[in-house]
C-alpha cells in the first residue's frame, strides 16, 4: 500500500455539503434563543441563506469556475446584505447572528463553532496578493461591529468586544477590547457550554476607565509627596467618591457587580 493510500484511510472524510448545511441550521437552534422553528430559520434568517450560498459557491472557486462563484456570491450578498468572498475557507458550524453588513475577505480563514455578530469585517490591509485576511481558531466569538484587520490569528475560544479594531495576533482564550485591540483579560480553564460558546459580552471590562483610574491614583500620590514637601495638609478627598468620574457611591457600586 502506497504512502498516499495509507494517509487517505487515516483521515477521516470531510462531510457532504448536505451534512455541513445540516450542522448550520442546528447550531443557530444553540446559539439564537429567539430561533423557534426549522421554517422560521430557512426563510427568514439572512446568515443563514448568506451561508448556504457560500458554501455552494465556494465549491465552484474551489473547482476553478471563478466567474459563476463570484456571481453566486454577489447575488447572495444583494439579498442578504453579507458579502463573503467565495475564495474564503469557512469551518463547520459557522453562524452569523442578524446577519447584516458582514464582510469576509477572499483569504479569510474561519475555524469550527465560531460566531459573528452584525457588522464583523474581516478585512486585509495590504493590495498584495497572498494572504491578507484573519485566520480565526476554533470557537472564536466576535461582537457586533468588530474589524478584524490583516494577515493575522486569533486562537481559539478568543472574545473579541463590539466595535473593536483588532490588527495583532491573540493567543487562545483571551478577551479583547478596544481601538486598537488590547487584551483584558484570560479565561484559560474556564467553564464554558457544551458547544464552546462563551458570550458574557455584558461582563467586558473597561481598560480605559482603568487606565484613567491609574492616572488619579498616581496624581494623588504625587500630590501627596508635594504637600509633605512643603509642609502642608495633605489634599482632602471625599469619601464614597468614584475615582474615575466622581459620579460617587452608585458608580462603584455599579462597577462592583461586574
Not at 19 to 48: I, N, Q, W
Not at 127 to 153: C, D, E, Q, S
Amino acid at each position: 500500500m502506497s504512502e498516499a493510500m495509507t494517509m487517505t484511510a487515516i483521515l477521516p472524510a470531510a462531510p457532504s455539503l448536505w451534512a455541513t448545511l445540516k450542522e448550520d441550521l442546528d447550531c443557530v437552534f444553540e446559539r439564537d434563543p429567539a430561533a423557534r422553528s426549522t421554517l422560521e430559520v430557512l426563510t427568514t434568517y439572512p446568515g443563514v441563506h448568506a451561508l448556504l450560498t457560500h458554501r455552494l459557491s465556494h465549491r465552484l472557486w474551489q473547482a476553478g469556475w471563478r466567474f459563476p462563484a463570484r456571481f453566486l456570491s454577489f447575488i447572495g450578498r444583494t439579498l442578504t446584505n453579507v458579502d463573503i468572498h467565495p475564495g474564503a475557507t469557512i469551518g463547520r458550524r459557522f453562524f452569523i447572528d442578524h446577519g447584516a453588513c458582514v464582510v469576509i475577505g477572499e483569504t479569510a480563514e474561519v475555524g469550527d463553532d465560531v460566531t459573528l455578530y452584525h457588522g464583523v469585517t474581516l478585512g486585509g490591509t495590504s493590495w498584495n496578493k497572498g494572504k491578507r485576511h484573519p485566520t480565526l481558531a476554533n470557537g472564536v466569538v466576535i461582537g457586533a461591529g468588530a474589524k478584524i484587520l490583516g494577515p493575522i490569528t486569533l486562537g481559539e475560544r478568543v472574545r473579541v468586544g463590539a466595535n473593536s479594531v483588532v490588527v495583532k495576533d491573540v493567543p487562545a482564550d483571551r478577551t479583547v477590547v478596544g481601538v486598537p485591540g488590547r487584551i483584558v483579560d484570560t479565561r484559560v480553564g474556564s467553564a464554558r457550554p457544551s458547544h464552546g460558546i462563551a458570550l458574557d459580552h455584558n461582563e467586558l471590562p473597561d481598560p480605559v476607565a482603568k487606565s484613567i483610574a491609574c492616572l488619579i491614583e498616581r496624581i494623588e500620590t504625587m500630590e501627596k509627596e508635594l504637600a509633605e514637601l512643603r509642609h502642608e495638609a495633605p489634599p482632602a478627598t471625599h469619601e464614597g467618591e468614584c475615582r474615575t468620574c466622581s459620579a460617587g457611591d452608585l458608580c462603584c457600586e455599579h462597577e462592583a457587580m461586574h
